[in-house]
């Protein structure tokens, strides 16, 4: 799902080249049962008490290893479906969980899933999302968890998240300090950025550390290169539509930049994702770098080009698809519609780009010369859906991420601020916007080489790498330190 792509890859999994990635829930063990949900009343606006309207926000619980005097933590959803799965895999946080008695919470984010603040998601409701929105949502749900459990000053909570809930983490824990003892904000982009070119240099330099070095890139750029003449007119369109399976056909320079963005989706979603431990689902993105790069290096497979055109192929069959959108036209009239049994609504790309047009930007452009996936995808490219399908300029984009940084502090987080992790990948190209350096003792960074996104959020596999495997044990001596002092 990217602004480009119209969904190729961010669709039920949410990986994408515009967002910051709704995390991909474990696998269940086998044989264990999901927890029921739970409704908790929300009031529509949390800061306007003239607005009388209200609606359910979904949570689920886990409270296996809770007694009355445990903690409590807080996963925080993001910008998809809150998965269950969560709370019963042996995922970092259910670990933490019976280490130190919590009980756990999942608690789903306004407007994505079954949380439907409004009747539709058309421009007059959208207008109730916002990531201070659903932190105040999480302060007051805190609040009846509490009262619901006869809950004391004892009961310290945590919050945890990873990818755009990991900088949620963050923000709860510098916004709303009483309630909440510590954060774990893995992989958080706590820096808006409109301009979001650094993310393909980061899979660029991944790429470059693979089995098949400089070449990788080498070829990808040949490729694009070679992809990027043919689309100058449309006298080459019938032959890329050929040669990637493009229905409808190309009838614009707008789509033929979707075409390219959707080819490097395939990089960026195996980059993001490198031997994450979710092979499980059985999608292509169990690719690792290393396999991207062989196909690529393939001279057996023909030219760079064809070899590009290969892998699009290959990805599509393991995507049950046989064609490749690559409609503008297509994807702003999928994004247009508001009903929540619309594709675009039910998968949550409405909602997160118009959180990034109106908070974020997060924009992965090739407006750099270190990538090699050449320069059609432009920040036009992507502030151009913003205005076709919520009528909001450039300028505004701009001046919304300035208000984010102002409101939030960026990557300027205070030095009073205490007991936030953040955990960083790497390989992952969300690191750029993430704190990847202690800030003081009671903000530290975990930079973890070799690993890609949210990977000390997953279940442990015999492959960890030694400093994925340092890092979970550090977060989890934090935790207990926090526990123990707040």
């Known amino acids: 799902m990217t602004a480009m792509s119209a969904l190729v890859v961010f669709v039920a999994i949410f990986c994408s080249f515009v967002t910051a990635v709704p995390l991909r829930g474990p696998p269940a063990p086998e044989g264990s049962d999901l927890p029921s949900p739970y409704w908790y009343q929300q009031p529509l606006d949390q800061f306007d008490p003239n607005v009388k309207a209200t609606w359910q926000q979904r949570y689920f619980v886990n409270a296996s290893y809770w007694t009355q005097t445990g903690p409590v933590f807080l996963m925080l959803g993001g910008e998809g479906p809150a998965n269950p799965t969560w709370l019963v895999a042996d995922t970092e946080i259910m670990l933490n969980a019976q280490k130190y008695g919590a009980m756990v919470i999942l608690l789903e984010h306004r407007y994505y899933g079954e949380s439907h603040p409004t009747d539709d998601t058309s421009l007059s409701n959208i207008k109730y999302l916002s990531s201070k929105q659903a932190l105040a949502d999480a302060a007051r749900f805190h609040d009846a968890i509490v009262a619901v459990y006869k809950m004391s000053s004892v009961n310290k909570w945590v919050v945890f998240g990873g990818s755009y809930s990991g900088a949620l983490s963050a923000w709860m824990r510098i916004l709303y300090p009483d309630i909440v003892a510590g954060a774990v904000a893995t992989s958080g982009p706590v820096l808006a950025e409109l301009n979001f070119y650094q993310y393909l240099e980061v899979v660029q330099s991944s790429l470059a550390v693979t089995t098949q070095g400089a070449q990788c890139n080498e070829n990808i750029l040949a490729a694009i290169t070679e992809l990027d003449k043919m689309l100058e007119d449309d006298h080459g369109w019938p032959l890329a539509d050929e040669q990637f399976f493009v229905d409808p056909p190309l009838q ?4 033929a930049r979707q075409l390219v963005g959707n080819l490097i989706d395939i990089f960026a979603d195996v980059v993001q994702y490198n031997k994450d431990n979710t092979a499980f689902e059985g999608r292509a993105n169990a690719f690792t770098t290393d396999d991207l790069c062989n196909f690529m290096c393939d001279a057996s497979k023909g030219t760079p080009l064809q070899r590009l055109a290969a892998l699009n192929a290959l990805f599509l069959k393991n995507g049950g698809q046989n064609t490749t959108d690559a409609s503008y036209k297509d994807l702003v009239e999928g994004m247009r519609m508001f009903n929540w049994s619309d594709p675009s609504v039910t998968s949550g790309e409405r909602q997160w780009y118009y959180q990034t047009c109106t908070e974020f930007g997060y924009f992965q452009t090739t407006d750099s010369d270190q990538q090699p996936f050449g320069d059609l995808v432009n920040l036009d490219s992507f502030t151009n859906v913003c205005y076709d399908v ?31 992790v953040f955990p960083n990948g790497s390989i992952d190209p ?57």
Not at 400 to 418: A, E, F, H, M, R
């Open 430 to 486: 969300w690191h750029v916007l993430g704190i990847t350096q202690n800030i003081t003792a009671q903000l530290p960074a975990i930079f973890i080489n070799g690993t890609a996104h949210c990977a000390n959020m997953y279940p442990p596999s015999p492959s960890d790498l030694p400093g994925l495997k340092s890092a979970r044990i550090e977060i989890s001596a934090l935790i207990g330190t926090w526990l123990a002092t707040a």
């Open 252 to 255: 614009s320079m707008d789509d």
């Open 390 to 420: 919520f009528n909001i300029t450039q300028s505004a984009v701009l001046q919304s991420v300035y208000n984010t940084n102002t409101y939030y502090g960026g990557k300027d987080i205070p030095t009073n601020v205490t007991n936030i």
